[in-house]
């Protein structure tokens, strides 16, 4: 039995997929964090301020009584006032005093000890050791901080006296648990608070992003010149913004190319199509001779030729996009590669009065290549130069190596090529004369297919042009082979 999500569970997936959950979840716990551990920080410094505060006392009462104990013994109105009096004039936070003599009998105590200080405990606490400040409760439940410390008598010590304190710290327990009450309250206030926040915050970050959203949810192939307005976004989103309009602008021009591509397609497969129609239809119209017959046949041919040859560029450059392509690579002479190429057009440019030539160095050019794209590069190129190059002209092949790097180039003295128009020229069926004539423009495939195998072998091709005084295209590739 297979499980199907529930619209609860749709929900819950929608809600912990969301942004402004995820946003508002994490702006949450880090406020409640703060809040939780700034508090208890703040906490810890009060107790331990409050402590030391204590402790300092109970050492400087200890201080008075000893110097006291050392220095006038026998002033014993200022003991009793230090002992007896002093505590009863102190409404908060009142101290306990014992003075024990060397036998632990009692010389001086505090009115009320008894009743408030477990001295049986107190004594167990600060036998062993003296000095030191600990915490006890009282008889009465409140709570006491004690400490005790031995006090020689007179200059020459003549004997050992001890003090016992207990300084009352009730007022600093109710002060501490004030604050754990208000602690927890504001805690639980931030609890409920946070979130309400934190999501205003993450609902007002997030909704450029939903405006950003809005907008590509509206853009078709039917409106793709429809842009993201960049003005008040934060520089990340604006970034982001900016990304996207040029992922759009690439798209639109995508789109551009591939209507220009069916249109081009579609009259160039149209043509040859209808011509072998046309023959055939003209001459099954009728009986006719073998000899009008043949005419018809060799008609038909030379469209399929055509029609073949295009089929085949398209294939080709279908091939060359794939990354599964593999180059046939070996070691091939250049300027013997510009040779035979040289002699397969050299019968067009002697029909067409062009001079066709090669300027090759005198030493062999060697590089890694696939011979058989090569050709078809440089070949493509010679008969696009042939074509546009008027009777008289001259085409010239040429190759020179420089560092690591191969250069092929073909330059004519035609008609040449807009500036506006030299951007474009490697794009698929594009064509400088709009006419989409073959005999003016060719299918718009040859260059394209020349900067497909200048990629796949790892190299580029550029090209300059000045019209009225001819053009060179140059490819440039790498003489060792990395690519394999």
Known sequence: MSWKPTAKSVTASHLWGSLAFRLTAGYALAGLFLVFFSSVGLYWVLVSELESSTDLFLEDKVLVLRTMLRDRPEDENALHEEVELESAARRYEQ????????????????????????????????????DRTFRITGKQGKSFRVRSAAAPVGPTATRVDTI??????????????????WFWAIL?????????????????????????????R????????????LEGYPYELASLARTF????????????????????????????????????????????GAGAYREVIESCLEESVRLSDLIGDLLFLARAES??????????????????????????AADG????????????????????LMQRAVGNLASNALANTQPGGRVVLETHTETSMIHIEVSDTGIGIPAEALPKVFDRFFRVDSSRSQSSGGTGLGLA??????????????????EGKGTRVSLHLPINSFLK
């Open 95 to 130: 101290f306990y005093i014992r003075l024990l003599d060397d036998r632990s009998a009692t010389l001086m105590t505090t009115p009320g000890i008894a009743d408030q200080v477990d001295l049986g405990r107190l004594v167990a606490l600060t036998r062993y050791r003296p």
């Open 164 to 181: 016992e304190i207990a300084v009352d710290v009730s007022q600093q327990e109710s002060l501490l648990a004030r604050f754990r009450y």
């Open 188 to 216: 639980s206030a931030t609890f409920a608070v946070y979130p309400l926040i934190a999501y205003r915050i993450a609902r007002q970050g997030i909704r450029p992003l939903e405006e950003m959203a809005t907008t590509a």
């Open 218 to 229: 509206h853009i078709s192939s039917t409106n793709l010149h429809e842009r993201i307005q």
């Open 245 to 288: 309009n040029q992922m759009l602008n690439r798209l639109e021009e995508s789109f551009e190319r591939i209507s220009r591509f069916s249109a081009d397609i579609a009259h160039d497969l149209r043509t040859p199509v209808n011509n072998i129609r046309g023959e055939a239809e003209v001459a099954l119209a009728r009986a006719r």
């Open 323 to 348: 990354p599964l392509t593999h180059l046939r690579r070996e070691m091939v002479d250049v300027s013997e590669l510009l040779g035979k190429v040289r002699e397969y057009y050299e019968a067009s």
């Open 353 to 372: 009065g062009i001079t066709l030539g090669t300027v090759i160095p005198s030493e062999p050019v060697m590089a890694e290549l696939d011979r058989a």
């Open 449 to 466: 297919i020349v900067q497909s195998i200048a990629l796949l072998h790892g190299g580029s091709v550029s090209i300059s042009s000045e």
